[in-house]
């Protein structure tokens, strides 16, 4: 099938890349003309895992193409609709604005019979607006709503091998079945493998998304409550995490306690579903979810409670080591990013703070240019009275604390993710902080 992709950010760029894969001929727009140069080079303007390979391999085939030109859609059959929705400044809701921008830009160039698969996450009641405007200019087009599920850092598996498919697809019977007839073609290689369908309508697809985000956030925030009562009464919230997650209700993935989650998904579609539910008169359905905000921002203060308690009140000059930028492992993605905030707020106290991270250093200098950025953590421990891991990396996780401990002036750590093997770090002279868990 010939598609196109509109958006090629983190979801648009790996989603074309994977069409390609499954043997399409692919499209895949977007304003930024530099990021489609890098692109149509077969090169990832942004790290990804596993995505770099695909690019080349796909560029090269001849089946993956990138544009600035909305023209070089005109023969798709499907279009995917992946652009961002921000967080609108000033307030809680979705931005919108690119989304009905590249709506505007690409109808012209609907055929009757095309399909418009949108795969941003959008707030509930979006699709049925964006389905007048195109029926608008093209009467004869479909649209309907496909719902992306990516985790970073393992995109193209959750392309190519997702845990499940979403269609939304339009109220008429009719432009229903042909909807789904088209999207059919599309996933027919990842239907084949038996991954779960469901159908449904538009309303719930945009739901769907949002609901598994806020769920997922709630699992994180309540174990990072949970972790904050076994600070005060010296309990160990892993081994509790551990327990409660044996039971098959509950589960124990997500439930590690951290300084909580970031990114430029989960929050932002935090906020907008609550914003969405004001709008629609039911703010009172989703009221815990500003507390499970609530919680999640908290997280970021102990940790820089924690460092303070640490140094004592003279802190201006005093250096301290964050290991970690990145969101989370395997990204280069700062956005909304835990790890980068308390950098920041370290260093706006007067520390001497010293940052470092696989990927995600030129990410956050275009971000913060004032902290100190080094390449490795042999180079951000050096000197330092403090040491702060606050994003997992295998890197980290791996670090002797023998070694550590011939770089630093002060043998104390700050286990921000709870990575870190407590025993081992103990046992070699330091002082060990986690989440939740006894200081050793």
Known sequence: MKVSVIGCGYLGAVHAAAMAALGHHVVGVDVDAAKIAKLAAGEAPFFEPELPELLAEQVASGRLAFSTDYAAVNDAQVHFLAVGTPQTKGSQAADLTYVYTAIDALAPHLAPGSLVAGKSTVPVGTAAKLSERVKTVQPEALLAWNPEFLREG?????????????????????????????????????????????????????????????????????????????????????????????????????LNAGVGFGGGCLPKDLRAFIARAEELGMSQSLSFLREVDEINLRQRDRIVTMVLDELGKDIVGRRVAVLGLAFKPNSDDVRDSPALDIAVRLNGLGLDVVATDPEGIENARLRHPQLNYVASWEEALSGAEVAVVVTEWKDYKCISPEAAAALVSGLTIIDGRNCLDAESWTAAGWRYIGMGRRES
């Open 154 to 254: 393992y995109a193209v598996k959750d392309t190519l091998v997702p845990d499940r498919i979403v269609y939304g697809l339009p109220a008429d019977a009719a432009e229903a079945a042909a909807a789904k007839a088209l999207l059919d073609g599309v996933y027919a290689e990842i239907l084949d493998k038996g991954i779960p369908l469901i159908a449904t309508d538009c309303q719930t697809a945009e739901l769907v998304k949002v609901a598994a985000n806020s769920f997922l956030a709630t699992k994180i925030s309540f174990i990072n409550a949970i972790a904050e009562i076994c600070d005060r009464v010296g309990a160990d919230v892993t081994r509790l995490a551990d327990a409660i997650g044996l039971d098959d209700r509950i589960g124990r993935r997500f």
